[in-house]
Every structure is written in structure tokens, then in C-alpha cells.
């Protein structure tokens, strides 16, 4: 870029006391140990203005998750304990697509992210965000090119991308979700299916206190998401068996999690977060468009979830690129989804399934939000 107008994490580039005033970036340094006075490293060397002005209940907040197989925003006001949404985005690019055998985000991801990154720009500047959070995941994590990828989209489209490590993802999906665990239950085993990695988290709330928040009590990353175990079984035609196959995968990776965290199970119930259980639950109410208002916190039973799953197996691949709650984008992905969920329901068999179509881009929002005293902790 011809001027330094990046969007980082923290506080937008000319905000602060010497600020240049409403709906401009800017200019901010890079956060080396050169910068000018009035500027502090924050972790992984994002600029922050130190002094800046403290935010308030009107400042508009933006959270971008930057995941192996979506790219999400959020931007979002704070509004009595929450915030209220003023604006979204969500695309399809496959960033990890391929990195699992090669090692690289290839040029054809790199186009489709950067495409998306850069409509996620126009809309933090058109809804003038100022507290900004921006992460990369596991495909960022995983690739050999992942630094080079991410300096390309600090040049040429001014986003920052933070990689955060697996246990920040599990914190952030805990944060977002939180709201969804079952006031009458003791917990939840809340887990998060990704691209290429899926978090659990089991949850927990503290003996002789049934109405306090649970806390986290044992988390966990499997290497392994939808694009991931697809590539590696093939998720166009799926027999039984390679279904069988993929289970069996994951429930490898899944096992030492579970010998320690799978016991006194009979209060909890599970709290997913993912694409594949949004998908699976517009496929059981029939949607002829997918709709969150009826999506996010709806209950599924264990046979509910075990119907779709069978009826998602007897299908074709065009058949699931017709369905209206998967597509095209996801039809070659939703099987290896169901795959994870199904491992992690025969490794906590638990009755009820509650459904989240929130995470890590509402984590963040609270996040910022709580630290900024802006709703309460």
C-alpha cells in the first residue's frame, strides 16, 4: 500500500488523543522497537496507541476469524451485557485446501482469500470499527508459506492478521458459546469443527455452585477438520465403509481426551460450533433457506442428529449440492463433518445436542468488549 492504512488488532491506526479524526486510518508504525513516541507493542507486535481514549458504548467493534475453510466478520455495537450486530460477512474460500499434502496455501486459496479480505476491509472502514480484532487459524498454522501469505495481505489489502494458537481458538469458541450451555445442567462438552483442526472443551461448573458460570476443566485440538479428513478420505463418494474409516480417524486423535474427560457424563449435554452442525440442523427443520434466528440455540436429540446423518449417507453428492442447507460449496465437506460429530458423540454419549451458530468472531467481540468496560464481565 502507497501510505500505512493497516487495520491491526487493538486499536485502528490513528485513533487516540492525537487522532486524525472520524473515518480515517491514519498513519501507525509497525510496532518495532523504532516507533514513535505514542506508540506500544502489543503481543505479536501489533500497534497500539498507549493513552488512547477510552472507548465508549458507541464504538463499533469488528471481529474477522480468518479459518482454514471460511472467512468471518462480524462488526457489532456493545448493547446492554451484549452487542447488538450492525453488519456480517461470511465466504467459502478454502484457504487450507491442499496444505494438508503440500505444505503451502496455494495461489488459487491465496485469490479467494485474499477477495474476501479485502470486502471485510470495505465494510471495517465503511462501518468506521475502531476496536479490532483479526486472527488467522490452522491453515495460517500449518503452512510453510502461512508468514509470506499473511505479510501479502498486510501489503496489499492493510489487514494485520494475528495467528492465534489452538488454545486461544478453544477459549474464544468457550467465550462465544457460553450463553447456550443449559442453566439446569452441571456442563457441556462444547467442541468446535474446523477446517483443520476441531477444539473440545468440557466445561464444567464448580461443585456446590449450580448457577455459576462453568469453567473450562479440560480442553483439547485434533489436527484434523472437514477439509482435512476429506482430502485424506475423499468426501465426494462416501461408502459406509470409508465413513466407517473416517470415524475411526478421528476417534484416534480423540481418544486420550476422552479417557480423561469423558466420565460423569449424566448432567451434561453437547454444544456445538460449527458448520456442520448449523448444516445438520437446517436439514432437520427442512429450511428452504438457512436461517440463523432458527438455528442458534436450537436442541437436537441423539436419534435426531443419528437420522439426518443416515439420510446425509444415502445421498448422492448432487444431491447434497441441491440441498439448500449445504450446496455446492459444502456438499464434498458435510460428510467428514458428520464424521467428527459422530466420533465425539460415540466418545461422550450424552442425549441432547445443542446447536451454536456463534464462536470465535462473538468471542472476540466479548472479549474487547469486557476488557473496554463497555458490558459487564
Same mark, same amino acid.
Given at each position: 500500500?502507497?501510505?500505512?492504512?493497516?487495520?491491526?488488532?487493538?486499536?485502528?491506526?490513528?485513533?487516540?488523543?492525537?487522532?486524525?479524526?472520524?473515518?480515517?486510518?491514519?498513519?501507525?508504525?509497525?510496532?518495532?522497537?523504532?516507533?514513535?513516541?505514542?506508540? !506500544?507493542?502489543?503481543? $505479536?507486535?501489533?500497534?497500539? +496507541?498507549?493513552?488512547? &481514549? *477510552? @472507548?465508549? =458504548? %458507541?464504538?463499533?467493534?469488528? !471481529?474477522?476469524?480468518? $479459518?482454514?475453510?471460511?472467512? +468471518?466478520?462480524?462488526? &457489532? *455495537? @456493545?448493547? =446492554? %451485557?451484549?452487542?447488538?450486530?450492525?453488519?456480517?460477512?461470511?465466504?467459502?474460500?478454502?484457504?487450507?485446501?491442499?496444505?494438508?499434502?503440500? =505444505?503451502?496455501?496455494?495461489?488459487?486459496?491465496?485469490?479467494?482469500?485474499?477477495?474476501?479480505?479485502?470486502?471485510?476491509?470495505?465494510?471495517?472502514?465503511?462501518?468506521?470499527?475502531?476496536?479490532?480484532?483479526?486472527?488467522?487459524?490452522?491453515?495460517?498454522?500449518?503452512?510453510?508459506?502461512?508468514?509470506?501469505?499473511?505479510?501479502?495481505?498486510?501489503?496489499?489489502?492493510?489487514?494485520?492478521?494475528?495467528?492465534?494458537?489452538?488454545?486461544?481458538?478453544?477459549?474464544?469458541?468457550?467465550?462465544?458459546?457460553?450463553?447456550?450451555?443449559?442453566?439446569?445442567?452441571?456442563?457441556?462438552?462444547?467442541?468446535?469443527?474446523?477446517?483443520?483442526?476441531?477444539?473440545?472443551?468440557?466445561?464444567?461448573?464448580?461443585?456446590?455452585?449450580?448457577?455459576?458460570?462453568?469453567?473450562?476443566?479440560?480442553?483439547?485440538?485434533?489436527?484434523?477438520?472437514?477439509?482435512?479428513?476429506?482430502?485424506?478420505?475423499?468426501?465426494?463418494?462416501?461408502?459406509?465403509?470409508?465413513?466407517?474409516?473416517?470415524?475411526?480417524?478421528?476417534?484416534?486423535?480423540?481418544?486420550?481426551?476422552?479417557?480423561?474427560?469423558?466420565?460423569?457424563?449424566?448432567?451434561?449435554?453437547?454444544?456445538?460450533?460449527?458448520?456442520?452442525?448449523?448444516?445438520?440442523?437446517?436439514?432437520?427443520?427442512?429450511?428452504?433457506?438457512?436461517?440463523?434466528?432458527?438455528?442458534?440455540?436450537?436442541?437436537?436429540?441423539?436419534?435426531?442428529?443419528?437420522?439426518?446423518?443416515?439420510?446425509?449417507?444415502?445421498?448422492?453428492?448432487?444431491?447434497?449440492?441441491?440441498?439448500?442447507?449445504?450446496?455446492?460449496?459444502?456438499?464434498?465437506?458435510?460428510?467428514?463433518?458428520?464424521?467428527?460429530?459422530?466420533?465425539?458423540?460415540?466418545?461422550?454419549?450424552?442425549?441432547?445436542?445443542?446447536?451454536?451458530?456463534?464462536?470465535?468472531?462473538?468471542?472476540?467481540?466479548?472479549?474487547?468488549?469486557?476488557?473496554?468496560?463497555?458490558?459487564?464481565?
Amino acid at each position: 500500500m502507497t501510505a500505512d492504512r493497516r487495520l491491526r488488532n487493538g486499536l485502528r491506526p490513528g485513533d487516540g488523543p492525537d487522532s486524525d479524526g472520524p473515518g480515517t486510518c491514519g498513519a501507525s508504525a509497525r510496532g518495532s522497537a523504532t516507533s514513535p513516541a505514542g506508540l !506500544a507493542q502489543s503481543a $505479536g507486535g501489533v500497534s497500539v +496507541r498507549r493513552g488512547a &481514549a *477510552r @472507548p465508549h =458504548g %458507541d464504538q463499533v467493534y469488528a !471481529a474477522l476469524d480468518l $479459518g482454514t475453510n471460511n472467512c +468471518r466478520l462480524l462488526i &457489532a *455495537r @456493545p448493547s =446492554g %451485557d451484549s452487542f447488538r450486530v450492525v453488519d456480517s460477512f461470511s465466504r467459502i474460500i478454502r484457504l487450507g485446501e491442499g496444505v494438508s499434502t503440500t =505444505g503451502v496455501i496455494s495461489e488459487a486459496a491465496i485469490a479467494r482469500a485474499m477477495s474476501a479480505l479485502g470486502v471485510c476491509r470495505e465494510k471495517i472502514v465503511a462501518r468506521n470499527a475502531r476496536r479490532l480484532r483479526l486472527i488467522a487459524t490452522e491453515a495460517c498454522r500449518a503452512a510453510s508459506n502461512g508468514d509470506a501469505f499473511r505479510k501479502r495481505v498486510s501489503d496489499e489489502i492493510g489487514i494485520d492478521l494475528e495467528v492465534v494458537d489452538r488454545e486461544t481458538e478453544a477459549t474464544l469458541a468457550v467465550t462465544g458459546c457460553l450463553p447456550l450451555v443449559d442453566p439446569d445442567c452441571g456442563g457441556a462438552i462444547l467442541f468446535d469443527i474446523g477446517g483443520g483442526s476441531t477444539e473440545l472443551v468440557r466445561l464444567d461448573r464448580p461443585a456446590g455452585d449450580s448457577r455459576a458460570d462453568p469453567r473450562m476443566t479440560g480442553w483439547t485440538s485434533l489436527p484434523i477438520g472437514v477439509v482435512t479428513l476429506a482430502e485424506q478420505f475423499g468426501g465426494r463418494a462416501v461408502t459406509r465403509q470409508t465413513y466407517a474409516a473416517m470415524v475411526e480417524e478421528v476417534a484416534r486423535h480423540l481418544k486420550l481426551f476422552a479417557a480423561s474427560h469423558a466420565d460423569d457424563l449424566a448432567s451434561m449435554h453437547l454444544l456445538g460450533t460449527s458448520g456442520t452442525v448449523t448444516t445438520i440442523a437446517g436439514v432437520f427443520q427442512k429450511l428452504e433457506r438457512y436461517d440463523r434466528r432458527r438455528i442458534d440455540g436450537i436442541w437436537m436429540d441423539d436419534v435426531d442428529v443419528s437420522t439426518i446423518i443416515e439420510w446425509l449417507l444415502a445421498t448422492s453428492y448432487a444431491e447434497r449440492a441441491a440441498n439448500p442447507c449445504i450446496g455446492p460449496d459444502r456438499a464434498d465437506l458435510v460428510l467428514a463433518g458428520c464424521a467428527i460429530l459422530d466420533a465425539i458423540r460415540n466418545a461422550f454419549p450424552v442425549p441432547r445436542l445443542r446447536v451454536a451458530d456463534r464462536g470465535l468472531r462473538e468471542g472476540m467481540l466479548i472479549e474487547m468488549m469486557r476488557r473496554d468496560g463497555v458490558i459487564a464481565d
